[in-house]
């Protein structure tokens, strides 16, 4: 049997989803899905972007147009790909009169060290607090193995020690051959 609008073959064996044409609009799960993002966050957009309005039906059940999904997939990008904060993807729509182009330049780098304060994210580099040395970190992990504090191991964990060591020198011998 085939779906009348798409001529996809439709195997009533399954619960496989059929495609929908192009204009159709979607629900939430499958916005999420197609866009790899969770369910929360778009609808926490919604109250970030006046622009992201998707159709309401009964029971608070969001439906969103292509151009929604278009607008949620360049937000997304100016996110998480580009480093974007959610205040810089605002000041980008205001600007661009509720549109966002496709030649937005990079954003600044105090545009992206906002970003990464905004999801959590650890600088590059540790604050410099004049008055304390912060100890620099060994340079390879079989350094950092070897000056682990030594305890009278028993006999298992100094076998796991030495599975570690092991394990440890073929990683270093990987990345050495990588790079």
Known sequence: MSDDVTGDVI?????????KAP?????IS??????????HVLRFWETKFSQVKPLKRGGGRRYYRPDDIVLLRRIADLLYTQGYTI???QRLLREGGGLLSDDIPPPTAEERAAAAAEKGDLPDKPPQIPGLDLVAP???????V???PRVRPDNETEQLRQLLTEALQELEALRALLG
């Open 11 to 19: 195997d009533h064996g399954t619960r496989s989803r059929l495609r």
């Open 146 to 148: 070897r000056a682990a």
């Open 23 to 27: 204009n159709a609009f979607r629900t």
């Open 87 to 89: 205040k810089g993807v």
């Open 138 to 144: 060994p340079a390879s992990l079989m350094q950092l």
């Open 30 to 39: 499958e916005v999420a899905d197609d866009l790899h993002i969770p369910q």
